[in-house]
């Protein structure tokens, strides 16, 4: 099943993974099964964080979806900015943990830039590296000067990934995050990949597009959206789905593959905006 390397840890993470956020407002039950049914068919990269729910999707969905099977798991969960202290990320971890029912994270992420300095949101990251509660670190929406500080401070090779708005209708980090991470080894993780569930429907231009290429492969055109968007090594997608039907179709999406001239197409029919010199944000 397709792989990429995460940035660099050198570890092998599905391309396509699974969201968590909202899922509290969602038929539990349905989308612990849905998580579960995801994990079945492959999309073993589970993002999730402390923000959600407020500790509720870690504690009640995540913690039973991943019960039994923590090994297959890659598992993703971020620090809120307001506790972004030296001392506050270390108890925000070992909450996510306890609620998680786990030993350790895959990967921990700033969930966006604060005002505490970042210099001890890194300390606490490395030392939780240190014990063993984390096997790395990241950073989720960064612009690049925000990376440029970030690189700074932990040095070459230490932020796994920057997770960042992308999707068809927004593809801003193309300008100057995909590259600038690219060149520095980090891997980007696109969320909300079907714009939170805003998704170009079959009245417009694109939408039209999306559905005849879909045709073509017996596909939907969910599934060739998230092709696009992980046609770079360096692209991961988590899409969310608290439906099992949902999590079924985002699986399949790991076999499909498009051709150049697919992907050409939907690249003119979904251009990149303007740089605004902003990184944009859900
Ligand atoms: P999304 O994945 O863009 O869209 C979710 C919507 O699409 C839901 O309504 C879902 O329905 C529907 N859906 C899922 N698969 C589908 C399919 N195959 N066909 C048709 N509809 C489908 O939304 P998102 O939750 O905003 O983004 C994904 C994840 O990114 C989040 O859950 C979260 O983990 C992460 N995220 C991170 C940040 C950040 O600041 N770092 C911000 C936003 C999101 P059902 O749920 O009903 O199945």
Not at 74 to 87: D, Q, R
Not at 193 to 222: C, K, Y
């Amino acid at each position: 099943m397709e792989e990429h390397v995460f940035g660099s840890t050198a570890v092998n993470v599905r391309v396509i993974g699974q969201g968590t956020w909202q899922m509290e407002n969602d038929d539990r039950a349905g989308a612990v099964r849905a998580l579960q049914v995801g994990l079945e068919l492959g999309l073993t990269h589970l993002d999730t964080a402390e923000l959600y729910g407020r500790g509720r999707v870690e504690e009640s969905i995540v913690a039973e979806a991943i019960a039994g099977r923590r090994d297959e798991v890659f598992l993703v969960s971020k620090v809120m900015p307001s506790h972004g202290t030296y001392e506050g990320t270390l108890k925000a971890c070992e909450r996510s943990l306890q609620r998680l029912k786990t030993d350790r994270l895959d990967c921990y992420l700033l969930h966006w830039p604060g005002s505490h300095p970042l210099e001890d949101t890194i300390r606490a990251f490395e030392k939780l590296v240190k014990d063993g509660k984390l096997r790395s670190w990241g950073v989720s929406n960064f612009s690049v000067p925000e990376l440029e500080e970030a690189v700074q401070i932990a040095g070459p090779g230490r932020i796994a990934c920057n997770q960042v708005l992308y999707h068809l209708e927004e593809r801003t980090i193309e300008r100057n995050v995909l590259p600038w991470c690219e060149r520095a080894n980090i891997a980007v993780v696109g969320y909300s990949p079907f714009g939170n569930g805003d998704f170009p429907g079959p009245r417009t231009q694109g939408g039209r597009i999306l559905a005849s290429i879909a045709q073509a492969h017996g596909a939907t055109p969910h599934q060739v959206a998230l092709r696009f968007l992980i046609r770079r090594p360096s692209l991961f997608a988590i899409p969310k789905a608290s439906r099992e039907v949902h999590a079924r179709d985002n699986a399949a999406a790991l076999s499909l593959h498009l051709s150049a001239e697919e992907l050409a197409r939907i690249d003119g029919a979904f251009p990149v905006g303007p740089d605004t010199g902003e990184l944009s944000i859900i």
